[in-house]
DNA sequence: CAATCATGGATAGCGACACTATCCAACGCT
DNA sequence: AGCGTTGGATAGTGTCGCTATCCATGATTG
């Protein structure tokens, strides 16, 4: 298939396959001639992989193209490929500077990763991005006078650990490493908006069974103010 | 405290204090006289609040401006200014169309919140951010070829759902209405960093304990690959 | 075989966003 | 009165993800 069709097939704009293109993305068509190239269903798929994860995962061109280059790294094995990917998703702004707050945080992460549940989770070293991302996002909540101890963090590493036992159950799904290292990419970064949104219709939910159903108008709390 | 008092405690420069000041994220100091204004703690806790959702929870200014104004409306009550706020949180790009994904995601979505679980879940109408984004989410999934059924979201509804449990018991520990909100909104957005990065831990703790920890340099999997 | 259209590579431009740098008149301290 | 500080306004900056234009080549068709 030619670039104008893969860009029907994809709905997106022949211009953005070409910046792709450019940037890496998606690797170059079969060329046929010096000028045309040919385009097959791996490049239809891989191309909505990349939007999903630029559209939908927020996952910045720079680091999308690390995570898909990681995927078909053929130098590496199937579990490093698959470290490689993830290591390369996005990951907050890292606070700069090793503050009081930082620093009580660290600890605090490193008390609960120090559990018998995370039995190997510090062997990737402390600067993992997600550590960091850890560490950066409860110093911001220290920062701002929310404690954040390792009994509050509790449920939500419980949380985690589930979920991390339910994605894996749906890479094993797939057979070939090729399937589960997309699929462990591709899941890894679209069932967070799944999960995120779930939890914010939880929260209405649970917040509804508390503060009571009260005839205060909570029902159409919010109704009108959406932007778009 | 003047406006360079503030930049220095809460390591904002003045440029962007003044930015924030003008695009109403931080509410306007006690003018003391024509060209000069004083600031307070309140000052100085908003705009840590301001840094936070657009630093960690990447919130954009608009929907920042949006939560905050919500939050301090007076002319809502207690519960409505919550539920404004939480509706103007980020929420992914909305795939405009309504292809045959997207309708087949709704109807998934719409058959698990219909579970006794999520009682009141469907009250909100359909066209929460959250709704949205969980159905833009699933949509895209199927598009990818990833099968989105409801069994296959159900583990990450209950975990949403304790996620919820959770953040409300952390949400119910202050006392006065205006800390609690100021804690939802705060919680909402700082722990979902928390949730990732401890899900990602997690599937990395997993996915060892599955495809085994081999000699083949599973433990090393893609270090040195990191970005900063 | 010539006219015409499509392809795809290169380059430059755009619009949104989150700042940031520069001015400048009013303050206010000494 | 002198002079640095303050804070409001305005315009500029850098990044990011595209997008529009140009153009040589190549395919297609009468």
Redesign the pocket.
Same mark, same amino acid.
């Given at each position: 298939m030619?670039? +104008?069709?893969l860009s029907t097939r994809s709905g997106v704009?022949?211009?953005?396959i070409?910046?792709y293109?450019?940037e890496g993305l998606l690797p &170059?068509?079969h060329?046929?001639? +010096?000028?045309? +190239?040919?385009y097959d269903e791996t490049h239809l798929r891989r191309l909505r992989l990349v939007r999903a994860l630029?559209?939908v995962g927020r996952v &910045?061109? +720079?680091s999308a193209r690390e995570v898909l280059t990681a995927l078909e790294d053929d130098t590496l094995d199937h579990n490093s490929r698959l470290g490689t990917a993830v290591w390369a998703l996005p990951h907050g702004p890292e606070s700069a500077e090793e503050d009081a707050d930082t620093q009580t945080a660290r600890h605090t992460v490193d008390t609960l990763l120090d559990q018998p549940d995370w039995e190997h989770a510090r062997e990737y070293g402390d600067d993992s991005p997600a550590y960091r991302m850890l560490v950066t996002a409860v110093g911001t909540l220290s920062r701002l006078g929310y404690p954040c101890a390792v009994e509050d963090l509790a449920p939500y590493a419980r949380a985690g650990r589930q979920l991390a036992v339910a994605d894996l159950d749906l890479i094993e799904r797939y057979e070939s490493p090729d399937e589960q290292l997309q699929a462990a990419v591709a899941l890894t970064v679209l069932y967070e908006p799944v999960l995120l949104a779930l939890r914010r219709i939880a929260q209405a939910e649970e917040s509804n069974r508390r503060f009571g159903r009260g005839d205060s108008g909570q029902d159409d709390s919010g109704r009108g103010t959406e932007e778009e």
């Amino acid at each position: 298939m030619r670039l +104008a069709e893969l860009s029907t097939r994809s709905g997106v704009s022949t211009a953005t396959i070409k910046y792709y293109l450019r940037e890496g993305l998606l690797p &170059p068509g079969h060329r046929v001639t +010096a000028t045309q +190239a040919e385009y097959d269903e791996t490049h239809l798929r891989r191309l909505r992989l990349v939007r999903a994860l630029i559209q939908v995962g927020r996952v &910045p061109i +720079a680091s999308a193209r690390e995570v898909l280059t990681a995927l078909e790294d053929d130098t590496l094995d199937h579990n490093s490929r698959l470290g490689t990917a993830v290591w390369a998703l996005p990951h907050g702004p890292e606070s700069a500077e090793e503050d009081a707050d930082t620093q009580t945080a660290r600890h605090t992460v490193d008390t609960l990763l120090d559990q018998p549940d995370w039995e190997h989770a510090r062997e990737y070293g402390d600067d993992s991005p997600a550590y960091r991302m850890l560490v950066t996002a409860v110093g911001t909540l220290s920062r701002l006078g929310y404690p954040c101890a390792v009994e509050d963090l509790a449920p939500y590493a419980r949380a985690g650990r589930q979920l991390a036992v339910a994605d894996l159950d749906l890479i094993e799904r797939y057979e070939s490493p090729d399937e589960q290292l997309q699929a462990a990419v591709a899941l890894t970064v679209l069932y967070e908006p799944v999960l995120l949104a779930l939890r914010r219709i939880a929260q209405a939910e649970e917040s509804n069974r508390r503060f009571g159903r009260g005839d205060s108008g909570q029902d159409d709390s919010g109704r009108g103010t959406e932007e778009e």
